[in-house]
């Protein structure tokens, strides 16, 4: 079973920087069909959509304007640049892959990354 594999969250502070990154090492050269999703979960909250990458570019509004979601295609790895962090950030965050056709259905899921913002 392919499995998105997530890194690079940790400890940051109040206004600081971190870069998630989600890499995808099963799906080779169909990976540039792929809608990748970041999506956060916080402690006592629904899981939500941070930002998603495929045929548009999509954020969530309590993220636009900080965040910078990126891809390689030919890295299979989608990349989170989390600037201006605040606590209100501190979550998993989770990584998704979807492609649907008449054909194939994929949705794909990492086990997640934690970031946590100090103040």
């Known amino acids: 079973q392919v499995q998105l594999v997530e890194s690079g969250g940790g400890l940051g502070q109040s206004g600081g920087s971190l870069r998630p990154s989600c890499v995808a090492p099963g799906f080779g050269f169909t990976f540039r069909y792929l809608t990748v999703i970041w999506y956060r979960q916080a402690p006592g909250k629904e899981r939500e959509l941070v930002a998603s990458?495929?045929?548009?570019?999509t954020y969530a509004s309590s993220v636009k304007g900080r965040f910078t979601i990126s891809r390689d295609n030919a890295k299979s790895t989608v990349d989170l640049q989390m600037n201006s962090l605040n606590p209100e950030d501190t979550a998993v965050y989770y990584c998704?892959?979807?492609?649907?056709?008449?054909?194939?259905?994929?949705?794909?899921w990492g086990r997640g990354t934690q970031v946590t913002v100090s103040s």
């Open positions: 998704n892959a979807q492609f649907r056709s008449s054909f194939v259905t994929i949705n794909a």
């Open positions: 990458t495929g045929q548009s570019t």
